[in-house]
C-alpha cells in the first residue's frame, strides 16, 4: 500500500464517517480510513465512491496509506476504546505523527494521554468536535488543544472542514493539553442550561396561557427572528410543530418525559464545583434532567400539596409571552456568562492561554450553541479580553437592564403557580448575587467560626479573628484556618 492520504479517521459510526466525508470533499484531502469491525468500513467505501477513501482493513495498513507526518483523527467511543486505538496507533505510527482524539473526552483524560503519547515521540491532539451528526458532515465546530507543532499540520486541514461564520472557520487552537475538550466540555454545559432555559419558557407559556405546542412553535420561530435567534430555539419550534403520524397529537406530547444525558453537563458542573465557579444555571439543568428521570419519586409525589389552579391565571397572554421572553434571554446571558467563567478559571488552573473571545467565535457556526448573541460576547472580550464578569460589558448591562423586571415577574409567577423553573430562577439569584453590596456570607462566616473556628476578616481592618464563643466571647486575632 502507497502513502497517498494526508488524514485519517478512525472510527466510522455516524460521527467518524460523515467527518471522513467532510474531509475528502475539501480539496487537497485524501482520506484513509479504519474501522475495528471491517463492515463499516466497506459500507462506506460503497456508498461514496466520490469521496475516493483509503480503506485499510488493519492498523498496520492505515499507517502504511498515511503521508508523513501521519495524521489520524480518531471518531470512536469515548473511555478505553479510545486508549485502545491510541495503544494500536502507536505500535504503527513513528516519532512526530500527530494522533487526534475527536471523541467526546474528559479533559483530564485527555492531559493523561496527552502525556503518555507525547513520552513516546508522538503528538496528541484533543480535539472537541460539535454538531452531531450533520455538523461532522457539513461543517462542526471544532476545539483543538494539544502542542503547537501538531496546529502547524492540523490547522490547515481543520479550517477546510469546519463551519464558516461571518467569513471565519469555526476552529481556533484553543490552548495545550486539555483546553480543547475542556472548552468542549463547558459548551455541552452551556447546552444543557440553554436547552433547560427554552424547555422552562415553553412550560410556562403552555400551562400559563393554553396555547398549543404548534402555536408555541409560532411564537419561537418569531423570537429566532430577535436577539434569541439560535439554533436551539429554531429546532425547538420544529420539534413544537411535529405530530405524531399514529396518534395525530403532538409529537411533544407523546414523548416520555424523562430526560437523558451522556455526561458531559455533569462534568461541567463537578469540574465547576472543584475550581469554585458557580455555574448555577448549567447545574440547575443537570439536575432538572435527572429529577425528571426519576419516575419512582415522581409517582409517589404527585399528590403532594401546591397552589390552587387560581393562583396563575395570566389575563394579558401576549405580555406574558413577553416577559417569558426576556426572562429567558436575561437567563440565557447568566448561563454564557458562568460558562465563561468556567473556561478562564479552568485556564488559570491548567497554565492554558485561552482567548475567550475566539471560543465564542468559534461557537457561531456549527455548534449546538451556536446564536448570534455570540457575536456580542466576543464584542465585549475584545474590548477587554480580561473582563471579570461577562454580565458586566456594556451590552449586557442594558439587556439585563431591558429584562429584570420582566425576568423577576416571571419567576414570581413560577413560584406562586407551582411551575418549576428552576434555572430561570437560579440565574436570577445568581444575577442578584453577584449585585448585592453585602452578602449573608458574613453570616456564614461567623457560624463557621462559632463551630470550627474557623476565623473571619473584618471590614473595618486587615487581619484575621477569632472569637472565643465558648469562653468570654472576646475577640481575638488568629491564624488564617480558611
Ligand atoms: N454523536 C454525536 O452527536 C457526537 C457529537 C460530538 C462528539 N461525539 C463523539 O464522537 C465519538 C464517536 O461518536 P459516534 O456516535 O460516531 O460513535 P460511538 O457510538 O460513540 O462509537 C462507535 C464507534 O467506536 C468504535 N469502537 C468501540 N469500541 C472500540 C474499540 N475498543 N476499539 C476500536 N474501536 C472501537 C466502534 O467500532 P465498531 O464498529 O467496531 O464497533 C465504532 O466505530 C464519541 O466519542 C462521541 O462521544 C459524538
Same mark, same amino acid.
Given at each position: 500500500?502507497?502513502?497517498?492520504?494526508?488524514?485519517?479517521?478512525? /472510527?466510522? +459510526?455516524?460521527?467518524?464517517?460523515?467527518?471522513? !466525508?467532510?474531509?475528502?470533499?475539501?480539496?487537497?484531502?485524501?482520506? +484513509?480510513?479504519?474501522?475495528?469491525?471491517?463492515?463499516?468500513?466497506?459500507?462506506?467505501?460503497?456508498?461514496?465512491?466520490?469521496?475516493?477513501?483509503?480503506?485499510?482493513?488493519?492498523?498496520?495498513?492505515?499507517?502504511?496509506?498515511?503521508?508523513?507526518?501521519?495524521?489520524?483523527?480518531?471518531?470512536?467511543?469515548?473511555?478505553? $476504546?479510545?486508549?485502545? #486505538?491510541?495503544?494500536?496507533?502507536?505500535?504503527?505510527?513513528?516519532?512526530?505523527? %500527530?494522533?487526534?482524539?475527536?471523541?467526546?473526552?474528559?479533559?483530564?483524560?485527555?492531559?493523561?494521554?496527552?502525556?503518555?503519547?507525547?513520552? +513516546?515521540?508522538?503528538?496528541?491532539?484533543?480535539?472537541? #468536535?460539535?454538531?452531531?451528526?450533520?455538523?461532522?458532515?457539513?461543517?462542526?465546530?471544532?476545539? $483543538?488543544?494539544?502542542?503547537?507543532?501538531?496546529?502547524?499540520?492540523?490547522?490547515?486541514?481543520?479550517?477546510?472542514?469546519?463551519?464558516?461564520?461571518?467569513?471565519?472557520?469555526?476552529?481556533?487552537?484553543?490552548?495545550?493539553?486539555?483546553?480543547?475538550?475542556?472548552?468542549?466540555?463547558?459548551?455541552?454545559?452551556?447546552?444543557?442550561?440553554?436547552?433547560?432555559?427554552?424547555?422552562?419558557?415553553?412550560?410556562?407559556? *403552555?400551562?400559563?396561557?393554553?396555547?398549543?405546542?404548534?402555536?408555541?412553535?409560532?411564537?419561537?420561530?418569531?423570537?429566532? *427572528? /430577535?436577539?434569541?435567534?439560535?439554533?436551539?430555539?429554531?429546532?425547538? &419550534?420544529?420539534?413544537?410543530?411535529?405530530?405524531?403520524?399514529?396518534?395525530?397529537?403532538?409529537?411533544?406530547?407523546?414523548? #416520555?418525559?424523562? &430526560?437523558?444525558?451522556?455526561?458531559?453537563?455533569?462534568?461541567?458542573?463537578?469540574?465547576?464545583?472543584?475550581?469554585?465557579?458557580?455555574?448555577?444555571?448549567?447545574?440547575?439543568?443537570?439536575?432538572?434532567?435527572?429529577?425528571?428521570?426519576?419516575?419512582?419519586?415522581?409517582?409517589?409525589? /404527585?399528590?403532594?400539596?401546591?397552589?390552587?389552579?387560581?393562583?396563575?391565571?395570566? &389575563?394579558?397572554?401576549?405580555?406574558?409571552?413577553?416577559?417569558?421572553?426576556? &426572562?429567558?434571554?436575561?437567563?440565557?446571558?447568566?448561563?454564557?456568562?458562568?460558562?465563561?467563567?468556567?473556561? *478562564?478559571?479552568?485556564?488559570?488552573?491548567?497554565?492554558?492561554? %485561552?482567548?475567550?473571545?475566539?471560543?465564542?467565535?468559534?461557537?457561531? /457556526?456549527?455548534?449546538?450553541?451556536?446564536?448570534?448573541?455570540?457575536?456580542?460576547?466576543?464584542?465585549?472580550?475584545?474590548?477587554?479580553?480580561?473582563?471579570?464578569?461577562?454580565?458586566?460589558?456594556?451590552?449586557?448591562?442594558?439587556?439585563?437592564?431591558?429584562?429584570?423586571?420582566?425576568? *423577576?415577574?416571571?419567576?414570581?409567577?413560577?413560584?406562586?403557580?407551582? %411551575?418549576?423553573? $428552576?434555572?430561570?430562577?437560579?440565574?436570577?439569584?445568581?444575577?442578584?448575587?453577584?449585585?448585592?453590596? !453585602?452578602?449573608?456570607?458574613?453570616? %456564614?462566616?461567623?457560624?463557621?467560626?462559632?463551630?470550627?473556628?474557623?476565623?473571619?476578616?473584618?471590614?473595618?481592618?486587615?487581619?484575621?479573628?477569632?472569637?472565643?464563643?465558648?469562653?468570654?466571647?472576646?475577640?481575638?486575632?488568629?491564624?488564617?484556618?480558611?
Amino acid at each position: 500500500m502507497s502513502a497517498e492520504a494526508n488524514i485519517g479517521v478512525v /472510527g466510522l +459510526a455516524v460521527m467518524g464517517s460523515n467527518l471522513a !466525508r467532510n474531509l475528502a470533499s475539501r480539496e487537497g484531502n485524501t482520506v +484513509a480510513v479504519f474501522n475495528r469491525s471491517r463492515s463499516k468500513t466497506d459500507e462506506l467505501v460503497a456508498a461514496h465512491p466520490e469521496a475516493e477513501f483509503v480503506p485499510a482493513f488493519s492498523y498496520e495498513e492505515f499507517a502504511a496509506s498515511l503521508t508523513v507526518p501521519r495524521t489520524a483523527i480518531i471518531m470512536v467511543k469515548a473511555g478505553k $476504546p479510545t486508549d485502545a #486505538v491510541i495503544e494500536s496507533l502507536m505500535a504503527v505510527f513513528e516519532s512526530g505523527d %500527530i494522533i487526534i482524539d475527536g471523541g467526546n473526552a474528559l479533559f483530564t483524560d485527555t492531559i493523561r494521554r496527552e502525556n503518555a503519547v507525547s513520552d +513516546a515521540g508522538f503528538n496528541f491532539v484533543g480535539m472537541g #468536535v460539535s454538531g452531531g451528526e450533520e455538523g461532522a458532515l457539513l461543517g462542526p465546530s471544532l476545539m $483543538p488543544g494539544g502542542p503547537d507543532a501538531a496546529w502547524v499540520t492540523l490547522g490547515p486541514i481543520l479550517k477546510g472542514i469546519a463551519a464558516v461564520a461571518e467569513g471565519e472557520p469555526c476552529v481556533t487552537h484553543v490552548g495545550h493539553d486539555g483546553a480543547g475538550h475542556f472548552v468542549k466540555m463547558v459548551h455541552n454545559g452551556i447546552e444543557y442550561a440553554d436547552m433547560q432555559l427554552i424547555a422552562e419558557a415553553y412550560d410556562l407559556i *403552555r400551562r400559563g396561557t393554553g396555547k398549543s405546542p404548534a402555536e408555541i412553535a409560532d411564537i419561537f420561530a418569531e423570537w429566532n *427572528r /430577535g436577539e434569541l435567534e439560535s439554533y436551539l430555539i429554531e429546532i425547538t &419550534a420544529e420539534v413544537l410543530r411535529q405530530v405524531d403520524a399514529t396518534t395525530g397529537k403532538p409529537l411533544v406530547d407523546v414523548i #416520555v418525559d424523562e &430526560a437523558g444525558a451522556k455526561g458531559t453537563g455533569a462534568w461541567t458542573v463537578q469540574t465547576a464545583l472543584d475550581l469554585g465557579v458557580p455555574v448555577s444555571g448549567i447545574a440547575e439543568a443537570t439536575f432538572a434532567r435527572s429529577l425528571s428521570s426519576h419516575r419512582e419519586q415522581r409517582d409517589v409525589s /404527585g399528590s403532594l400539596p401546591g397552589p390552587s389552579p387560581e393562583a396563575f391565571t395570566v &389575563a394579558d397572554a401576549d405580555a406574558f409571552i413577553e416577559q417569558v421572553r426576556l &426572562a429567558l434571554y436575561a437567563s440565557k446571558i447568566v448561563a454564557y456568562s458562568q460558562g465563561f467563567d468556567e473556561i *478562564r478559571a479552568g485556564a488559570a488552573q491548567y497554565g492554558w492561554n %485561552i482567548d475567550l473571545g475566539a471560543v465564542s467565535k468559534i461557537w457561531r /457556526g456549527g455548534c449546538i450553541i451556536r446564536a448570534q448573541f455570540l457575536n456580542r460576547i466576543a464584542d465585549a472580550y475584545d474590548a477587554d479580553a480580561e473582563l471579570p464578569v461577562l454580565l458586566t460589558a456594556p451590552y449586557f448591562v442594558e439587556a439585563l437592564g431591558r429584562a429584570q423586571d420582566a425576568w *423577576r415577574e416571571v419567576v414570581r409567577i413560577s413560584a406562586a403557580s407551582g %411551575i418549576p423553573a $428552576p434555572a430561570f430562577s437560579s440565574s436570577l439569584a445568581y444575577y442578584d448575587g453577584l449585585r448585592a453590596d !453585602r452578602l449573608p456570607a458574613a453570616l %456564614i462566616q461567623g457560624q463557621r467560626d462559632f463551630f470550627g473556628a474557623h476565623t473571619y476578616r473584618r471590614t473595618d481592618k486587615p487581619g484575621t479573628f477569632h472569637t472565643l464563643w465558648s469562653a468570654d466571647r472576646t475577640e481575638i486575632e488568629a491564624e488564617d484556618t480558611h
